[in-house]
């Protein structure tokens, strides 16, 4: 027991592929790679793609499993034959190669699996197939999941990543409307435009290693200011601190209603307290998480 310990922490396994988005077709793949070996490394091809997370983003969702995130431009590898491509790998270290059942590598994706089991041979790769992870009989992917958020379906999309879909951003100081309404808001300017529907969600947000369970509204705010978009957050019954120059984390849970521009603020004020139903609703079904305020 005590050597294949020893055996399994000198290993190196890798795995490849987009990893946009970390969804658990990719969590699969790392799951694997990690009964084999306790180093992982995950080799992300970046091109030109619709962003889904930050760099700085999926840097933490690589930190929280546990694994090293590798970033290759598709530029430097794109003209590589299967077997260069193998041998990239290998001067990286990779002694292990964790694989969709689907893969394709190399100049015009002319290498499969099959390709890399017989290069790997030679190149003292050990290359381990993974099945593919569907969801309702189709593989899950990440165009799939931006099809998802961009409609609002977040339930949906949540499913395919395995968490809820997030964005970091930054708290900043807002002109008091809310508060004179009597909604408080936290108002955070995402990293990135987020590929969501203007309109009222359920979120969490992070801060400082506290979470806080709230109802925001992404977009422009048409009746009132009609700005830039803004995640604005109101955390009912809660006693929320200044947070305004701190760095967040806000994750979408569900997708109430689209934005709209209200005739008066005394329209507005009776949608708020509809769409605050709608989130107690939402507080009830989740059975009171502990870690939420």
Request: proline share 4%; aromatic share 8%.
């Amino acid at each position: 027991m005590e050597r294949a310990q020893r055996s399994k922490l000198q290993r190196k396994c890798c795995t490849v592929g987009k990893f946009e988005s970390f969804h658990r077709g990719h969590r699969r793949l790392i799951e694997k790679a990690k009964e084999v070996c306790d180093r992982v490394v995950v080799i992300s091809i970046r091109g030109v793609v619709e962003e889904v997370f930050t760099d700085e983003e999926r840097r933490e969702i690589a930190r929280e499993l546990g694994v090293e995130l590798l970033d290759v431009p598709f530029s430097q590898i794109k003209d590589l034959s299967p077997l260069e491509f193998l041998q990239f790998l290998k001067g990286l270290g990779c002694s292990f190669l964790v694989v969709g059942s689907d893969w394709r590598f190399g100049r015009g994706r002319s290498g499969n699996v099959e390709t890399a089991r017989r290069l790997g041979r030679d190149l003292g790769i050990e290359v381990i197939s993974v099945g593919i992870e569907r969801e309702e009989g189709e593989k899950i992917s990440t165009s799939r999941i931006l099809d998802l958020l961009k409609s609002g379906d977040l339930k949906a999309a949540n499913s395919l990543l395995g968490f809820p879909y997030f964005s970091f951003g930054l708290v900043v100081k807002g002109e008091g409307r809310g508060r004179e309404l009597g909604f408080p808001t936290i108002n955070v300017v995402p990293d990135k435009r987020l590929p969501l529907p203007f309109g009222v969600y359920a979120v969490r947000i992070e801060v400082d290693g506290r979470k806080y369970l709230g109802i925001a509204n992404y977009g422009r705010a048409p009746t009132l200011k009609n700005g830039e978009p803004l995640v604005e957050i109101h955390v009912p019954k809660g006693e929320i601190p200044d947070f305004t120059g701190k760095r967040v984390k806000v994750e979408f849970l569900e997708f109430f209603r689209p934005e709209k521009r209200f005739n008066s603020v005394e329209e507005l004020i009776e949608q708020i307290k509809l769409d605050l139903k709608y989130f107690e609703e939402f507080r009830r079904s989740r059975g009171g998480r502990g870690e939420e305020v």
